[in-house]
């Protein structure tokens, strides 16, 4: 998941750089690792900042606002799911050519190999770095330029669109563009799986106007007083151009509608509407049919033994309160969080992870003390949370710790949003459900079942009849290329590779390591790399030469 956002004002000497900054911050918990912004000013000229890093960290002063001048313009917040967390990865996009292009995307494309090869040997266009995203984009300006036209209108646009990304890209894409000195365009995959809806609000400079948004969660377009929210239907791409209202054209049949259900985990804001399904109200019901499972699984007597109902901060609050209510025992906040350390398990590197759970929440103590206590998180993914929120229960002295996810177990990729290397980084891979509570420290762990889940955001919006469940079932929603999965490992596997040996000659450089040492060590993480637990002993030997982080998810 990334969050991605576009704005048009009615003003023609209107600052769109204004809204699409205040809308990031509202996003941030969708990617914290790059952010960037793109305008479009007089003359059709593009401005750009992006890099990585925070909102807050790219976008320190007002002077550099004041540098992306413009009436219309888009802005992304990045989680990397492919390519590397390089600074050259940050979106927007631009191309040149045709007309001049910036674009921003939310998913994952799971052709990436195939496109990549189309735009190399046939297309001729020059792909800079390794994101799906930016081959996206490509497939779009490559066949706008087949019109051969000096300006193009929308009908070509649309037809860009159909022939160049949805006839030719797989995987979950929600996209938003800008098209030099013409307007705006969003759009989403036939399935839907990646989020995208738009706003509008009444210009307070041109009377009649309209501006208009696009966000991938309703938040951002409720915190900025756009209103009207609709969601863009899979297939579905919407045009805005200056002055003018909406063109919204179905450019693909939509296949069948199956948002992504992690967004209701764990992905977006409790206050986000996505699909016509309220984020909190799904949270509430999972808590609720969870209730049910804990019950069913550890049964009244021993249920009757608990003290309280933890909840993780921060995600898994709401549904933890509505479990508690519903089990009749009080719900605790007994872990408090800091909130200046951001979402753990979008960061990159799985020691920042690890460290970043102690940094982030503190058990209080007494609350612990002498009790039975029920855990409840959102999902257990690679367990980093679970096994050390359970560590920090124990030496809080709590007596029976129980721990519940809202999500069942994760035993699959996720191959539209979340940055595995692979499965086996996953917890409850190859584990039963007994190992997993031996695995994280717990007396016992209780997952919610997947028709459950699946009911809790069915429930809300009953047009809404599939959802993308791939990461619990292995069964995904689109077709997947053979050899997807070992082409996802190949990558990571380099990226991993590309930072170990950075981080080994920053080591020697700055002379914390000797060239024998840093050899040794290489050696010894590359021939444990994807080695299960091996990894974990190369990892511990860098990290004793203090080497810093330099591990990509895929490790
Ligand atoms: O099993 P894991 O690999 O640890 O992943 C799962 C955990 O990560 C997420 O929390 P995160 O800290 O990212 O965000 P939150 O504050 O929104 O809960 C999620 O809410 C779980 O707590
Ligand atoms: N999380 C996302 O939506 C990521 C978008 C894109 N695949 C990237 O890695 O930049
Ligand atoms: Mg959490």
């Given at each position: 998941?990334?969050?991605?956002?576009?704005?048009?004002?009615?003003d023609?000497?209107?600052?769109?750089?204004e809204?699409?900054?205040?809308?990031?911050?509202i996003?941030?918990?969708?990617?914290?690792?790059?952010?960037g912004?793109?305008?479009?000013?007089?003359?059709?000229?593009?401005?750009?900042?992006?890099?990585?890093?925070?909102?807050?960290?790219?976008?320190?002063?007002?002077q550099?606002?004041?540098?992306?001048?413009?009436?219309?313009?888009?802005?992304?917040l990045?989680?990397?799911?492919?390519?590397?967390s390089?600074?050259?990865?940050?979106?927007?996009?631009?191309?040149?050519s045709?007309?001049?292009?910036?674009?921003?995307?939310?998913?994952?494309?799971?052709?990436?190999?195939?496109?990549?090869?189309?735009?190399?040997?046939e297309a001729?266009?020059?792909?800079?770095?390794d994101?799906?995203?930016?081959?996206?984009?490509?497939?779009?300006a490559?066949?706008?330029?087949?019109?051969?036209?000096?300006?193009?209108?929308?009908?070509?646009?649309?037809?860009?669109?159909?022939?160049?990304?949805?006839?030719?890209?797989?995987?979950?894409?929600?996209?938003?563009?800008?098209l030099?000195?013409f307007?705006?365009?969003?759009f989403?995959?036939?399935?839907?799986?990646?989020?995208?809806?738009?706003?509008e609000?009444?210009?307070?400079?041109v009377?009649?106007?309209?501006d208009?948004?696009?966000?991938?969660?309703?938040?951002?377009?409720?915190?900025?007083?756009?209103?009207?929210?609709?969601t863009?239907?899979?297939?579905?791409?919407?045009?805005?151009t200056k002055g003018?209202?909406?063109?919204?054209?179905?450019?693909?049949?939509?296949?069948?509608?199956?948002?992504?259900?992690?967004?209701?985990?764990?992905?977006?804001?409790?206050?986000?509407?996505?699909?016509?399904?309220?984020?909190?109200?799904?949270?509430?019901?999972m808590?609720?049919?969870?209730?049910?499972?804990?019950?069913?699984?550890?049964?009244?007597?021993?249920?009757?033994?608990i003290?309280?109902?933890?909840?993780?901060?921060?995600?898994?609050?709401?549904?933890?309160?509505?479990?508690?209510?519903k089990?009749?025992?009080?719900?605790c906040?007994?872990?408090?969080?800091?909130?200046?350390?951001?979402?753990?398990?979008?960061?990159?590197?799985?020691?920042?992870?690890?460290?970043?759970?102690?940094?982030?929440?503190?058990?209080?103590?007494?609350?612990?003390?002498?009790?039975?206590?029920?855990?409840?998180?959102?999902?257990?993914?690679?367990?980093?949370?679970?096994?050390?929120?359970?560590?920090?229960?124990?030496?809080?002295?709590?007596?029976?710790?129980?721990?519940?996810?809202?999500?069942?177990?994760?035993?699959?990729?996720?191959i539209?949003?979340?940055?595995?290397?692979?499965?086996?980084?996953?917890?409850?891979?190859?584990r039963?459900?007994?190992?997993?509570?031996?695995?994280i420290?717990a007396?016992?762990v209780?997952?919610?079942?997947?028709?459950d889940?699946?009911?809790a955001?069915?429930?809300?919006?009953?047009?809404?009849?599939?959802?993308?469940?791939?990461?619990?079932?292995?069964?995904?929603?689109?077709?997947?290329?053979?050899?997807?999965?070992?082409?996802?490992?190949?990558?990571?596997?380099?990226?991993?590779?590309?930072?170990?040996?950075?981080?080994?000659i920053?080591?020697?450089?700055?002379?914390?390591?000797?060239?024998?040492?840093?050899?040794?060590?290489?050696?010894?993480?590359?021939?444990?790399?994807?080695?299960?637990?091996s990894?974990?002993?190369?990892?511990?030997?860098?990290?004793?030469?203090?080497?810093?982080?330099y591990?990509?998810?895929?490790?």
């Amino acid at each position: 998941m990334c969050g991605i956002t576009a704005v048009i004002l009615a003003d023609p000497y209107g600052s769109a750089v204004e809204d699409i900054h205040n809308a990031l911050p509202i996003l941030q918990h969708r990617g914290q690792d790059a952010c960037g912004i793109a305008t479009c000013g007089v003359g059709g000229k593009f401005y750009t900042r992006k890099g990585n890093g925070l909102c807050s960290e790219v976008f320190k002063t007002q002077q550099q606002l004041l540098d992306l001048p413009g009436n219309m313009g888009i802005g992304h917040l990045r989680y990397p799911t492919a390519g590397s967390s390089a600074n050259a990865e940050a979106q927007p996009f631009y191309v040149n050519s045709p007309y001049g292009i910036c674009f921003a995307h939310n998913g994952n494309i799971i052709n990436a190999p195939v496109l990549r090869r189309y735009l190399d040997h046939e297309a001729h266009r020059h792909v800079n770095t390794d994101s799906d995203s930016e081959l996206l984009l490509n497939m779009f300006a490559s066949t706008l330029q087949e019109t051969g036209k000096f300006r193009v209108n929308e009908e070509d646009l649309f037809t860009a669109l159909r022939k160049g990304i949805y006839e030719r890209c797989e995987g979950g894409y929600a996209c938003v563009a800008m098209l030099a000195g013409f307007g705006i365009i969003g759009f989403r995959d036939p399935h839907g799986i990646r989020p995208l809806v738009l706003g509008e609000r009444k210009s307070s400079a041109v009377p009649g106007g309209t501006d208009y948004m696009f966000s991938s969660e309703s938040v951002a377009l409720d915190q900025l007083a756009f209103t009207n929210h609709i969601t863009i239907a899979p297939g579905e791409a919407v045009i805005i151009t200056k002055g003018n209202k909406p063109i919204f054209r179905q450019v693909h049949k939509q296949l069948n509608y199956a948002p992504d259900i992690f967004e209701y985990v764990y992905f977006a804001r409790p206050d986000s509407i996505m699909d016509g399904i309220s984020v909190y109200r799904a949270r509430q019901n999972m808590g609720l049919s969870l209730a049910d499972t804990v019950l069913q699984k550890l049964g009244p007597e021993v249920v009757k033994t608990i003290d309280l109902v933890i909840p993780i901060p921060s995600t898994s609050e709401v549904s933890a309160l509505s479990l508690a209510q519903k089990l009749g025992i009080p719900y605790c906040q007994a872990f408090v969080k800091n909130r200046y350390v951001g979402r753990t398990f979008i960061m990159p590197g799985q020691r920042e992870r690890q460290k970043s759970v102690r940094r982030k929440l503190n058990a209080m103590k007494e609350e612990f003390k002498d009790r039975n206590v029920l855990l409840v998180d959102d999902s257990i993914v690679r367990g980093t949370t679970s096994r050390e929120i359970v560590h920090m229960a124990r030496e809080a002295q709590a007596k029976k710790v129980y721990f519940a996810s809202c999500a069942p177990p994760i035993r699959n990729a996720h191959i539209y949003g979340i940055d595995l290397a692979d499965t086996r980084e996953l917890v409850a891979f190859g584990r039963t459900e007994e190992e997993i509570a031996e695995h994280i420290g717990a007396d016992a762990v209780i997952y919610e079942k997947l028709p459950d889940l699946v009911s809790a955001c069915s429930s809300i919006n009953p047009n809404i009849k599939e959802f993308e469940v791939g990461v619990f079932s292995g069964q995904y929603i689109t077709p997947v290329a053979e050899g997807y999965f070992k082409h996802l490992e190949d990558v990571r596997g380099e990226n991993s590779r590309k930072k170990r040996e950075e981080a080994a000659i920053t080591a020697v450089v700055g002379g914390i390591a000797s060239e024998g040492d840093v050899a040794q060590v290489l050696e010894r993480a590359a021939a444990a790399n994807g080695h299960g637990e091996s990894k974990v002993q190369s990892r511990m030997d860098i990290s004793i030469h203090n080497f810093g982080d330099y591990t990509n998810g895929s490790e």
